[in-house]
C-alpha cells in the first residue's frame, strides 16, 4: 500500500537502470476517418479491431467491449474520440523503434483499405467540430468528459481533437533524473517548434503553427509548472503529485470522480466513497498517468510535447531528443542552465503561434532548434 512518502519515493527509485540497459517507448496517436471524411464512429472501430485481430492481435475488454488490442509488449489503446494510439514495446535503439512503427503501418494499411477509412496524421483534426465528433464505451472517458472542461476551457479538444508523438526514456540514477528532467522541461519551446503540424482548425487557417500545444496549454491538469525548472529530486515530485488532485479512482472496476481531493487525502485514507481504502500501486500510477503536464515522471519520463507527424518524420522526434538525452546531456544541461526560467515559459506560451520566430534569450527558437540538433 502507498501510505508515505517514501513509497512514491520507492516506486520513481524503482525505475533506476544500468545505462547498457536503457529502452526507448514510442506512442503515436492517429486520427481515422471514413468515405465521408468523418470520425470513425465506435462500430467502425470494432470493425477495424476485428481486423486486426488476423494479424495476431489479442483483443482488451471492458465490460465485454473491445477497447484496445495486444501482441506482445505493444498495444493499440482508444482515445475518447477514437483516434487510436500505439504504445510501443521498450525497445534498444531509433531503428528498432522505426521499424516496429513501419510494421505496424503496414498492418493498419491493410485493415484501413480494406474498410474504406483514411489515417490522417495531424497534431489537431483538421475537419471536424467537436461536436460532430463520436465517443466510444470507455467508462473514464465519461466520467472526464464531465469533469476535465471545469479548469481547462480547451480540456475536450484536448480530449477528442488532438493526436502527439510522445517518447518514453529511461534514467540511470536520481541524478541522471534530475538532469534529464530540467533538460526535457527547458526544450518544451523548442519541441513544439520544431514539430509543429496542426495549423488547421475546421478547414480554415488557425492562425497557430501548433494549435495542439495550444490546446494542452489550456487543458485541465496541463502546463508547465516553475517547479519543473528546479532541480526537481524524487522526493519534490512526490510532494507535487501528493499535492495534485486525483482525477478519478478505479475501484472494483467502477471510475469514482476523484475532483473533491488529492492523493495525499488518499494516503491519509480520507475518501469515504471508497471504504476509507489506502491507494495501492495500481492507484498511484493511475494518478501519475492522469496528469497532463508537457512531461512527467512514472518509473521512467515522459516526453509529451511533440504533435504527431506523418509516417516518414514518426521517427525525427524520438531521434532528437534520444541524441540529447542519451547522447550528449551533460552539454545539452550546460546549456540550458544558462537560460531563465521565466524566459522558457514566455517562450513555451509564444511557440505555438510563432514557432521558431520565438525569443529565447536573446536568439529566436531556429537558432537554439540548430544548436540542439548539432547536440543530438
Known sequence: MIDTKEKIIEYFKSGIK????????????????????????????????????????KPILENSNIIGLNKGGKNITLEPGN??????????HIHEVCAESQDYLFELKQVTKKLNISIVSAGFDPISKLNEIPNNPKQRYKLMTKDMPLDGELSLDMMYRTCGTQLNIDYNSEKDFIKKFKVVNSIVPISIALFANSSIIEKKKSNYLSYRSKVWQNTSRGGLPKLFFEELNFEKYADFIMNFPILFILDKDNYISGQKYT????????????????????????????IFTENRLKKYIELRSMDTCGW?????????????????????YELISQWDKDKIINAYLEAPRKGFNTQL?????????????SLS
Open 83 to 92: 483516434q487510436i494510439e500505439l504504445s510501443g514495446d521498450k525497445l534498444n
Open 263 to 290: 492523493f495525499k487525502n488518499f494516503m491519509d485514507k480520507e475518501i469515504g466513497e471508497i471504504g476509507y481504502r489506502l491507494p495501492n500501486e495500481n492507484d498511484l500510477s493511475i494518478h501519475l498517468s492522469t
Open 18 to 57: 544500468d545505462t547498457k540497459n536503457f529502452k526507448i517507448g514510442i506512442e503515436h496517436e492517429k486520427f481515422l476517418f471514413d468515405e465521408k471524411n468523418k470520425r470513425l464512429d465506435y462500430s467502425k472501430i470494432k470493425e477495424m479491431f476485428s481486423a486486426l485481430i488476423e494479424f495476431g492481435w
Open 312 to 332: 516518414d518524420c514518426l521517427c525525427s522526434g524520438p531521434a532528437f531528443n534520444v541524441g540529447i538525452l542519451y547522447g550528449n546531456l551533460d552539454e545539452a
Open 361 to 373: 534569450m536573446g536568439k529566436d527558437l531556429l537558432y537554439w532548434a540548430s544548436t540542439l540538433l
